[in-house]
């Protein structure tokens, strides 16, 4: 076996149905005074509910949480937290409320503890990220690693069918590069495997039954799964041109994720055997990368990125941003075979090497 070295860092967790109750009293284990309730515009009707739920200990609640997590609205929200004297935030939504809570934490040190209602995974990692003048930066820092992560799936029975499946996806993702990472180890891609293997069963099952209990509580499972992974290892290719094209031309987060990551899996799949077979046994299908677009096809996501609203004249300054930083990839950066992986995922093509 390789050699590796492996140091956990996760937040605590919380996980079952019905758990959003124990609230007050995680907010209460922290020391903490007056949280402030994080959202999204679309959520602030369930974040008002959080705060009455938190009765004395709320501050309020800032609901303007959007993706990408600009940097004005980050500034905002801090200034918000200073001025309404919070000494904690809970973020509940997705991953652009945790985002948010990260931007808060990053500069203020306010402990966040997040409640997340979709599949992102971004609570259990110390990654954050700011868009400013167009451009997506992102980096680790202890301080925005939520101290605590309540999983109720009840919270998920209302996310629509399409955001469930795209967000599922987007998990996906975390899990399959961390199976190719450089600093990966048999930890985790034990629970990278169970984590791809819970949500690809998981997902068709809440597609045909959105009320299915069972199937939201193994999709957060393995949503929670693909977050660990994404905390503790590097990732590769396909989050770079993610990011790059989320940040750059501001597309829909989830939805880039599903239709790039069977082209970058693709792309590496030759210089990544034992990340392969992990994930063909995960999907029980022998070829991954075109099993996950089959996957999206079948459960009504994104397959083309011309379709949700990539301008095909931006997909050179894609990859020349992707080749502009290097970063640790199991295959070469190569413009050329970049631009190409590009045009297909554009075109919604069969993923190639």
């Given amino acids: ?127 954050y990220g700011l868009t400013e003048g167009g451009i997506k930066k992102t980096g680790r820092d202890a301080r925005v690693l939520p101290r605590t992560v309540i999983y109720d799936p009840r919270l998920t029975l209302t996310l629509p069918v399409g955001l469930s499946v795209s967000s599922g996806l987007n998990a996906i993702a975390h899990a399959a590069e961390g199976l190719y990472a450089h600093n ?33 509580s193994d999709a957060l499972y393995g949503a929670w799964l693909c977050g660990v992974v994404l905390g503790n290892g590097a990732m590769g290719l396909h989050h770079k041109l993610c990011h790059t094209l989320g940040g750059s031309f501001n597309l829909p987060h989830a939805e880039v994720h599903t239709v790039v990551l069977p082209h970058a899996l693709a792309y590496n799949a030759p210089n990544a055997p034992q990340a392969m077979a992990a994930l063909s046994r995960a999907l029980d299908a022998p070829d991954a990368p075109l099993a996950l677009q089959q996957l999206a096809a079948r459960l009504g996501a994104p397959t083309a990125l011309k379709d949700i609203g990539m301008p095909a004249d931006g997909l050179d300054r894609v990859a020349d941003l992707a080749v502009s930083a290097p970063y640790p990839n199991p295959r070469p950066l190569e413009r050329a075979a970049l631009r190409a992986l590009l045009q297909r995922a554009w075109d919604g093509s069969a993923p190639t090497p």
């Fill in 1 to 127: 076996m390789t050699p590796f070295t492996f140091q956990a860092r996760l937040p605590r967790v919380v996980f079952g149905p019905g758990t959003l109750e124990q609230l007050p009293a995680e907010v209460e284990r922290l020391g903490a005074a007056k949280a402030l309730v994080l959202s999204t515009p679309d959520q602030q009707a369930q974040a008002q509910r959080v705060a009455d739920m938190l009765g004395a200990r709320s501050a309020g609640v800032f609901a303007r949480a959007v993706m990408h997590v600009p940097v004005e609205t980050a500034r905002e929200a801090r200034e918000q937290a200073r001025r309404l004297g919070a000494d904690c935030a809970v973020a509940i939504g997705g991953g652009s409320t945790t985002g948010l809570g990260k931007a808060i934490a990053l500069d203020s040190g306010l402990p966040i503890i997040a409640v997340p209602t979709t599949y992102a995974g971004s609570e259990m990692t110390p990654i």
């Fill in 184 to 216: 990966g180890n048999p930890i985790l891609s034990l629970m990278a495997e169970d984590g791809i293997r819970a949500l690809a069963q998981a997902l068709p099952a809440l597609h045909r039954d959105p009320s299915d209990l069972a199937a939201r």
